[in-house]
């Protein structure tokens, strides 16, 4: 029988409990992992995913656990090393966003504040953690933004998210140095998920899709295979970068 590609590796993915994270929990599934499967409030959805893994003769385990509190990210990978032994890639996916485009002098404290806690200091936290405890030769991968590129108007505080994001990334793959680990992040481009239709209507998003010269909306099976690129033994050469994987975008 042909070995998969991520056989006895386990993955934490944060925020798997749909869309990309969904995608790539099933995906590094697919190629073997045993893969931990974090939630915040979405129980349901998340054991689904789980159930799905193991329905394909996989194993996975669905947690709960806020990216923005310390004590809970220590937790999430206690749990996930008491399951299966041990962590070789942490996937940080877990993310928000506002709801519409808003300029920078129409922005609250409070949008502010949300944004940073969980798209930067979230993503922080599970990078300090694992960078204590994920095995030598694991993977690391955030997910960040075209955005960033694109500099479009009224995603000035998303972008500030994931523009330290993209630094933390280039840092902390030198600071590995000599223990075989990759830090890697993905930026996507616009993709079809429940937090990018939100607020946006029919025209809107074809607007967007309209941007990459392949015409059309990312799925989030599309990042999931990038990601699934760079954990495995194929991406192993590719460290301290950022991935856009935009249909060609920007």
Known sequence: MKTKPLENKTALVTGASRGI??????????????????????????AEV????????????ALQGDV????????LFEETEKAFGKLDILVNNAGVALEK???????????????????????????????RRIA?????????????RMALPGYAVYAGTKAAVEMFTRILAKELEGRGI??????????????????????????????APLK????PEDI???VAFLVGREGEWVNGQILYANGGMA
């Open 21 to 46: 994270g969904r995608a790539i929990a099933l995906r590094l599934a697919a190629d073997g992992a045993s893969v931990a499967v974090n939630y915040v409030g979405s129980e349901d959805a998340a």
């Open 50 to 61: 789980a159930g799905e893994i193991g329905k394909n003769g996989g194993d996975a385990i």
């Open 68 to 75: 923005r509190r310390t004590e809970d990210v220590r937790r």
């Open 101 to 131: 485009t808003t300029p920078i002098a129409e922005t609250t404290d409070e949008q502010y504040d949300r944004l940073f806690a969980v798209n930067a200091r979230g993503t922080f936290m599970s990078l300090r953690e694992a960078a």
């Open 136 to 148: 030598d030769g694991g993977r690391i991968i955030n997910i960040s933004t075209t955005i960033i």
């Open 182 to 211: 990759t830090v890697n992040a993905v930026a996507p481009g616009p993709v079809e998920t429940d937090l990018f239709n939100t607020g946006k209507t029919e025209e809107v998003k074809q607007r967007m899709a309209d941007m």
């Open 216 to 219: 059309r909306l990312g799925q």
């Open 224 to 226: 999931a295979r990038v």
